[in-house]
């Protein structure tokens, strides 16, 4: 069994209802005010296409998924953890 860890306590969930055309813009500015971010999609396409979108908002966004390969995922995760990317885009599934 995992021990607790302070991380955890630092976690913050916000669940925003925006227009679907307002969604990327949106996020893009809460992961600048926020910082490193994990944004959940329902599908594959979905991730790739939202990450795609960030980085036009010029958020740098990294991807994991199912149809990656494990070095993507793992390339993914270290980015995100160094602060190469500050916003994770995973599918729920990932979770």
Same mark, same amino acid.
């Given at each position: $069994? %995992? &021990? %607790? *860890? @302070?991380?955890? /306590? !630092?976690? %913050? +969930? *916000? =669940?925003? /209802? $925006? %227009?679907r055309t307002e969604r990327v813009a949106v996020c893009a500015r809460l992961v600048g005010q926020l910082g490193s971010s994990i944004v959940f999609v329902r599908t594959k396409h979905g991730a790739d296409r939202v990450a795609k979108q960030l980085g036009r908002e010029g958020v740098r966004a990294a991807v994991i +998924?199912?149809? !990656? *390969? &494990?070095? &993507? !995922? @793992? *390339?993914?995760?270290?980015? =995100?953890? /160094?602060?190469?990317?500050? /916003?994770?885009v995973a599918t729920d599934v990932a979770a």
């Open positions: $069994v %995992e &021990q %607790e *860890r @302070d991380s955890i /306590t !630092r976690a %913050e +969930h *916000r =669940f925003l /209802t $925006v %227009e +998924h199912g149809g !990656r *390969r &494990q070095n &993507q !995922r @793992d *390339r993914a995760l270290a980015s =995100f953890h /160094t602060g190469a990317v500050s /916003t994770l």
